[in-house]
């Protein structure tokens, strides 16, 4: 628990909320010709940055405790940055570390996994995203974890991987799969049983959040579990069979299972076999953790008949549930959030989102706390998302929050409101430009709306994101030109950028408090310290220093 903040003599809070408005996946491009959010119609936005005060912030690498500036932000890190106003090591950091230092496979839980296989004589199961993006899992992290099973003697390991082309090109599946399935040959050859057993798109199987689609988790316990699908002999055969037959991007090609005889699966999991879901990030992780862990509770599908394994997660993916029961690292401990701190001085709050960004703005903003830090003062409110692909629908769920955070801006309820607008990501992650320009334009019309309902009730309206994407929508060279394809096609980008987030105090009512020029070179981290003085509050002494510049 925490104390209540110090209130600020020095400034009088205005006589309407706070409202933080996280633009996800909206950033400042570095190059003209894939900057969805230059090349977009939006009014609204480019007058508020011309005519408010605004800074630039950074939202990737270090300033969000990944390991280094070649890092993209995610929005997991993002939001626990903005939420907790500092920043503390990320999975990807920790768990790169873990594995650098041997600490992993010195743990408890790594021994337990290997000893089990090794006295039932059972398979190694590693499921998880097969790239190097660094925002879900790391193939290194994979590569070690080989390494370390076969050094211990494990006879049996099935590799099943997940295709990324969000984090990562497209397209580039075959350029860490291929590669994978040689170094496992390479282990076969010297006695043990190693291959890719199943996979599949990360959008279609097995890494769903927030309960949005149960349907792709069910795919994936259908192919890394059960074993069913279509066969083929190799990832490789696979992921090419189906680009040639579907045109699909990684992401959203089909799922897979490997057969070395064309009858029976390679590796359907079976009692006693030992389970790693070497993901880091939780989001996506939970449901397939609930799938194993859960016993005949569980109803968001029929698993059939539940192999007896056991199962462990690369990290703890959620604190309050203690989900997985079994982790190989160690998750960050983040305390002291904005919420808890707002909720111990008795401010009541609201955070919004539809359900693709909803445990953004609650779980991860809170410092990957499930629950409430107080009923009285914090409420939620979800949005269900569509179950669409984000390009038929890029305006997503935008004017249906907006709805909700005018009417909650009127009503005069609540002293600060947190929202996050997905709009700018989740198209993002598409790679169609057109999706992204309508999704922008539908953003500012909302961001309208919102800014004259903070003008009539006298509020603050803060707006900024959690890391980049729309920002950067083509792939670009060294010299900086836009890449092309084998057809002439521009290259285009799905992942997110290390480009800065915009961070914009629309104050109608300011009073010249601070200065129009706003602190620099800071990153969202700030932005913790920037609500609570807007708010007419002290800042706490450990958090991250605000942009605002008092006079």
Not at 454 to 469: E, W
Request: net charge negative.
């Amino acid at each position: 628990m925490v104390n209540a903040l110090e209130i600020n003599p020095a400034f009088t809070p205005r006589r309407g909320p706070v409202v933080l408005a996280i633009l996800d996946g909206v950033g400042f491009g570095k190059y003209a010709d894939g900057d969805a959010v230059k090349l977009a119609n939006t009014p609204v936005l480019d007058e508020l940055m011309a005519t408010c005060p605004c800074t630039r912030l950074k939202a990737h690498g270090t300033a969000v405790g990944m390991p280094s500036d070649d890092d993209m932000g995610n929005s997991e890190v993002g939001h626990n940055a903005i939420g907790s106003g500092r920043v503390f090591s990320q999975g990807a950091k920790l768990v790169g570390e873990a594995v650098a230092s041997g600490k992993l496979f010195e743990g408890d839980v790594w021994k337990k996994v290997v000893a089990n296989v090794k006295d039932n004589n059972s398979a190694l199961h590693l499921i998880g995203l097969v790239s190097d993006g660094n925002v879900h899992s790391h193939i290194g992290h994979l590569y070690a974890m080989l390494e370390a099973a076969f050094t211990a003697g494990v006879k049996t390991v099935r590799v099943h991987a997940l295709l990324d082309g969000r984090d990562v090109p497209e397209t580039s599946a075959l350029e860490y799969v291929k590669p994978l399935e040689e170094k496992l040959a390479e282990y076969s050859s010297k006695g043990v049983d190693y291959l890719i057993a199943s996979g599949g798109g990360r959008m279609v199987i097995t890494m769903d959040r927030y309960g949005a689609n149960w349907d792709m988790v069910k795919k994936g316990w259908e192919t890394h579990v059960q074993g069913k699908g279509e066969f083929f002999g190799s990832a490789v055969e696979a992921i090419t069979a189906l680009r040639e037959r579907t045109g699909a991007i990684d992401q959203d090609l089909g799922a897979f299972v490997i057969s070395k005889d064309g009858k029976n699966p390679a590796g359907a999991m079976k009692d006693n076999d030992s389970v790693v879901l070497f993901n880091f990030r939780g989001d996506r992780a939970l449901e397939i953790t609930a799938a194993f862990e859960e016993g005949s509770s569980f109803d968001k599908f029929d698993r059939g008949t539940v192999p007896q394994v056991l199962f462990a997660g690369m990290m703890e993916y959620d604190g309050d549930l203690h989900a997985p029961k079994n982790y190989l690292v160690n998750p960050p401990e983040i305390t002291n959030t904005m919420d808890e701190y707002l909720c111990a001085s008795k401010v009541r709050q609201l955070a919004i989102s539809e359900t693709q960004k909803y445990g953004h703005v609650t779980y991860f903003f809170n410092g990957n706390r499930s629950g409430k830090f107080d009923e009285e003062y914090d409420d939620y409110l979800e949005i269900p998302s569509d179950v669409v692909p984000f390009e038929q629908r890029p305006w997503m769920k935008c004017a249906e929050i907006t709805d909700a955070v005018v009417a909650a801006i009127a009503d005069n309820k609540y002293r600060m409101i947190r929202l996050n607008f997905p709009n700018g990501d989740m198209v993002g992650h598409t790679g169609s430009m057109e999706a992204v320009l309508v999704s922008m334009g539908a953003l500012d019309l909302c961001l309208a709306r919102i800014r004259d309902a903070v003008k009539a009730a006298g509020g603050v309206l803060v707006i900024s994101a959690d890391h980049g994407n729309a920002d950067d929508m083509l792939e670009h060279d060294k010299q900086g030109n836009a890449k092309k394809d084998k057809q002439g096609n521009f290259a285009r980008k799905t992942s997110h950028s290390l480009n800065p987030v915009p961070c914009i105090i629309y104050d109608p009512e300011s009073k010249g408090e601070y200065s129009a020029e706003l602190n620099e070179g800071l990153g969202i981290s700030s932005l913790g310290a920037t609500c609570i003085e807007l708010l007419g509050f002290k800042a706490p002494a450990e958090y991250d220093k605000s942009v605002l510049k008092f006079k």
